[in-house]
């Protein structure tokens, strides 16, 4: 399901005559089954930018659709929430029922689906995220662990079985083992065939999972492109407060010492192997 | 409803001693009840339209501040126009017969409680959280000899008073996330409504006891321990403006029981 931004802006209903938009002739489309990552500085519009994806907000000029659903039209926007999942920062805190099972059939029951139906839906939710329905079904999500609540809370979206999945800074206060374990748990769902849209700050977190980048400055698209492209640019990322990740970083700092390596880098491990293959061909014309 | 929303700026009324705002305000809502006549109910209103003008608050914020206790007013107003039936009847809208008891009180009451409205509005406007609670401590101090706990009190206020729009971001957060997973608050009868309010109370009650103990635990690690000991940044003290407006709210008080008794 394609998802079109058509010229979107955005202005938050003026609370004191300021009526700088949030979101500034935004065009953009994110196709069936891409991971985009999305960064921007603080207050460039990422939140406000996902919110328009499943009609939480509604453009001030310009179009959103979904699938080709006007998002507009008040009955097609209870559709396009089916099928796009929004999971907020720290999704973990609009947990509210009494068990675990409760709260992810949250989303099919306000749906109207059918209870059996229900049941095997919030099996197979939980199941994604890699959480056991017999083991923590029954038990109050405030009694798991962080890191398992906030799994809980990304089941409840899925329950609803949504094409498209939209999270917002999903690693936010995660140690880093659950940091880990959740950039496993969306490279998975991604393979699955979920289109992932994912705001981060974290550019280690977007350059191991992302194909796609959208940079966001002041409201408008700075840039949009393939992830090593977006990173390639060090300087005019830098120069609007993003970073790069460490290993472009490490990269750039070889060439600029003459050594030039022949891929551009992204994670760690894309770099050591990019070192290791720089070094076997340096040996061989030796 | 108005408490909370500050609005800053430097006027007379920003810069007077909260503890005679506090004051002035609550005699001055009494005050408007010795209002029996459209000479009193003038007068009234000119000391709230003086206190307005120089207060630095825009009009326009005002208004909007006012908006959601509009409804009451005009509630107000239909009501009594509807079912006071003394004096000569004035004009016949279908069934009901408007008589002039009946616009009289409802003009009267519709315009009283708008005083009254306006006048907290008004003090919301121009005292922040702090200076309230300095002020509410201020008064409470002399009770401390009979056990009232007057810093802890006016503490309680203004942690109270500084939540208040937390919370309510916080409330519309929720909202958000659960109507991204399909939940319904716009549609639907007053129970199903009711229903929906639960998935948004208990995440808000949750959030509320995480705010309060990241809230103690940094009061705490910044060795607060009450009253014992402690000195103030702004001490009170009251000058001649705070005096100037007590004069002028006795000058009201006075020219209204006047015109009660009669002897104006």
Redesign the interface.
């Known amino acids: 399901m394609p998802i079109r931004f058509d010229h979107v802006t955005y202005a938050y209903p003026a609370t004191r005559g300021d009526a700088q938009p949030a979101l500034v002739d935004v065009d953009l489309t994110v196709a069936d089954g891409e991971f985009l990552g999305v960064i921007g500085h603080t207050g460039s519009g990422k939140s406000t930018l996902i919110?328009h994806i499943?009609g939480?907000l509604l453009p001030t000029t310009g179009r959103v659709t979904v699938d080709g659903i006007d998002l507009v039209d008040r009955t097609a926007r209870?559709e396009v929430?089916?099928r796009v999942?929004?999971v907020?920062q720290y999704?973990e805190?609009?947990?509210?029922?009494d068990t675990v099972a409760e709260d992810v059939a949250?989303?099919?029951r306000?749906?109207g689906l059918p209870a059996g139906e229900i049941e095997q839906l919030v099996i197979t939710a939980l199941e994604r995220v890699g959480l056991d329905f017999c083991e923590v079904g029954h038990r109050s999500p405030?009694e798991l662990s962080g890191g398992q609540m906030r799994r809980v809370a990304i089941a409840?979206?899925l329950a609803?079985r949504p094409g498209t999945l939209v999270l917002d800074e999903p690693m936010a206060g995660l140690d880093p083992v659950g940091r880990g374990a959740m950039r496993e748990l969306l490279r998975t769902l991604h393979h699955q065939g979920l289109t992932v849209i994912m705001v981060s700050h974290d550019m280690e977190d977007v350059a191991a999972l992302a194909d796609r980048v959208l940079v966001l400055r002041n409201g408008a698209v700075y840039a949009c492109g393939t992830t090593s492209d977006v990173f390639s640019h060090h300087a005019e990322l830098r120069e609007i407060g993003l970073g790069v990740p460490r290993a472009a970083l490490f990269a750039a700092r070889l060439a600029a010492r003459g050594v030039v390596l022949h891929a551009h880098p992204l994670t760690v491990e894309a770099l050591a192997d990019a070192i290791a293959s720089a070094c076997t061909s340096h040996r061989e014309v030796g | 409803m108005a408490l909370g929303q500050y609005h800053k700026a430097d006027s007379v009324l920003h810069r007077m001693d909260p503890r005679f705002k506090l004051v002035i305000a609550v005699v001055y809502m009494l005050v408007i009840f010795l209002a029996n006549d459209a000479a009193g109910l003038v007068l009234v209103l000119a000391f709230l339209g003086v206190a307005v003008s120089l207060s630095g608050v825009p009009a326009r914020l005002l208004v909007s501040g006012l908006r959601p206790v509009l409804v009451l007013v005009v509630f107000t107003f239909v009501v009594n126009l509807v079912f006071i039936r003394s004096g000569e009847p004035v004009v016949d809208i279908g069934p009901v017969s408007v008589t002039t008891g009946g616009l009289s009180t409802a003009l009267f009451m519709a315009t009283r409680l708008l005083a009254l409205f306006v006048a907290t509005a008004l003090l919301g406007f121009t005292t922040s959280s702090v200076d309230l609670a300095d002020g509410m401590e201020g008064l409470l101090a002399p009770f401390e000899r009979f056990g009232v706990p007057a810093h802890e009190l006016s503490m309680i206020l203004s942690i109270a008073l500084r939540f208040i729009p937390i919370l309510t971001m916080e409330k519309d957060?929720?909202m958000?996330?659960?109507?991204?997973?399909?939940?319904?608050f716009e549609t639907g009868n007053v129970i199903t409504r009711f229903r929906a309010i639960?998935?948004?109370?208990?995440?808000l009650f949750?959030?509320a006891f995480r705010h309060a103990e990241d809230l103690s635990t940094a009061m705490e690690s910044r060795c607060y321990h009450g009253k014992e000991g402690r000195t103030r940044v702004k001490v009170l003290r009251p000058a001649a403006r705070d005096w100037y407006a007590v004069a002028a709210l006795a000058l009201l008080g006075a020219a209204l029981v006047a015109l009660r008794t009669g002897a104006l």
Do not use: E, K
């Open positions: 919110q499943n939480l209870r929430r089916r999942g929004l907020f999704p805190h609009q947990l509210f029922a949250f989303g099919p306000a749906l405030f409840g979206v609803t | 957060r929720i958000r996330a659960q109507s991204a997973r399909g939940a319904d639960l998935p948004v109370l208990t995440p949750m959030s």
